[in-house]
């Protein structure tokens, strides 16, 4: 049973005007606020949830000008310069409101319950196609969360700007009906990126800061770490291809089933939203040089990694991706695979969410 998230000491105002209130009494009481809006809560467990990382960056010459994100495309080859894989509808602009419908009902058909959109700041391509997935999300009882990607600038200057950022979301687009909540608190998950970025003692200023302009949130951090678990309302991982690589099914099987079951663990020692990442494989070798490859093995990675984390029975699983085409991780229906990892997610998610 999930235990209900700590609150702020509720006090009236008439208490710091008597007079036998005493200064030491009314300063532990505002330290007991101040503490409040910095604690992560204690949460145990979360309803399940089966969430993809969804990329919303690519644009197409007749929408944006110019393509974005693809690189070069030629369709009469089914070859994207930038892409590992070929898109099944081609290369697509994630700012048309039909084809967002489309990747929504289609990932909600196959067990998917919502998105994380990725997130690079206020007023970028990513930011600007957040409310047409809100949109299409709103139409289908399907959960939105953001991605928060990257945190610029240096202590204090980086602090405020943080706070802003975070403010920006939970005012603009938390209090939409389809955002990702728990006991009604949205949902952002924080990427590595972020995480090496903003020291970790800047976080209770950050946090505070935020929820004293815009109201409670939850954060999920990118890292299986103790000192995250304290600080943070849940841990996750965006990527596992750098332990996945060069394992042979048996020698992945004993892995997942030592790593997912020592992360829901850690998770749940410390009350904390416990969440495990899948992938269906990894190929960013057309991008990247060396670059780094996991081979999906005809699908036996997407499944093992699904045997083994239904078996550790986490809050949430997370699906490392839907869309992210540079990375050749999409389980999106290409031209190579069809919607072969799209059945296997259904086949999967049922188990883990039976009706």
């Known amino acids: 049973m999930r235990t209900k998230s700590p609150r702020a000491i509720s006090v009236h105002s008439s208490v710091f005007s008597v007079p036998s209130c005493s200064t030491a009494v009314a300063a532990l009481i505002a330290a007991a606020f101040s503490v409040s809006a910095q604690t992560p809560h204690s949460l145990f467990q979360a309803p399940r949830e089966v969430l993809a990382f969804y990329y919303p960056w690519y644009g ?51 067990g998917i319950t919502g998105f994380i959109h990725s997130w690079w700041g206020q007023n970028r391509l990513e930011d600007e196609a957040l409310p047409i997935v809100l949109a299409a999300a709103g139409k289908e009882n399907f959960k939105v969360s953001v991605y928060w990607e990257t945190a610029p600038a240096k202590e204090r200057a980086q602090i405020d700007h ?14 939409n009906p389809a955002f990702l909540k728990v006991d009604g608190k949205p949902v952002i998950f924080v990427y590595g990126r972020v995480m090496g970025e903003v020291p970790l003692s800047s976080w209770p200023d950050i946090i505070s800061g ?16 103790e000192k995250y678990a304290r600080q943070f309302d849940g841990l996750h991982a965006y990527n596992i291809c750098s332990s996945v690589k060069g394992k042979s099914p048996d020698a992945l099987r004993a892995w997942a089933a030592k790593h997912y079951g020592d992360v829901v663990k850690l998770a749940r ?21 060396p670059g780094l ?5 005809d699908g036996q990675v997407y ?6 984390t239904i078996k550790a029975s986490p809050d949430w699983v997370l699906i490392t991706s839907w869309n992210e085409w540079h990375e050749g991780s999409e389980i999106e229906p290409s031209l190579e695979y069809g ?11 049922e188990r883990f969410r039976p009706k």
Not at 73 to 96: C, K, L, M, R, V
Not at 269 to 289: E, L, Q
Not at 340 to 345: E, F, G, Q, S
């Open 303 to 308: 499944s093992i990694l699904w045997d083994e």
């Open 60 to 110: 197409t010459a007749e929408k944006q000008g110019k393509t974005v994100h693809w690189g070069k495309i030629n369709a009469e080859q089914h070859d994207i310069s930038d892409s590992t894989h070929y898109p099944a509808q081609g290369a697509y602009d994630s700012h048309d409101p039909a084809l967002v419908e489309r990747q929504i009902k289609l990932a909600k058909a196959n």
């Open 269 to 289: 020692d410390n009350h904390r939203i416990s969440c495990v990442d899948i992938i269906p494989g990894y190929d960013d070798t057309k991008i990247r040089h």
């Open 210 to 225: 935020a929820r004293a302009k815009s109201g409670d949130f939850l954060l999920i951090a990118d890292g299986y770490h």
């Open 339 to 349: 919607d072969k990892y799209l059945t296997l997610t259904k086949e999967y998610t």
């Open 293 to 297: 490859k996991v081979d999906r093995l």
């Open 162 to 175: 943080a706070i802003n950022d975070l403010t920006y979301l939970l005012t603009k687009y938390a209090t």
